[in-house]
């Protein structure tokens, strides 16, 4: 079983929003809170922590591709 991270709804109508760095990689631990993704939406930045403690075990957005709300950016596995 994983745990997902969504792209929030930021309700900012007509602005792209895009992963601007990932700050932790692939196979790495977290502990729940721990910021893992970096995201711009025209001039507002935003930071993005782990849902659950545990292992990264996908990207699943890639840096500057444009996202939508309530796209997966990253699955987790719980520990």
């Known amino acids: 079983m994983s745990a997902l991270l969504r792209v929030p709804d930021l309700d900012l ?11 932790v990689a692939v196979g790495q631990r977290v502990a729940e809170g ?12 935003i930071d993005l922590p782990a849902p659950v403690s545990g292992v990264l075990i996908q990207h699943c957005a890639n840096v500057d591709l444009p996202l939508a709300a309530g796209q997966t950016l990253a699955r987790f596995r719980p520990q």
């Open 13 to 23: 109508p007509g602005v792209s929003v895009r992963v601007s760095a990932w700050h």
């Open 34 to 45: 721990e910021r893992v993704v970096e995201l711009t939406a025209g001039d507002v930045t």
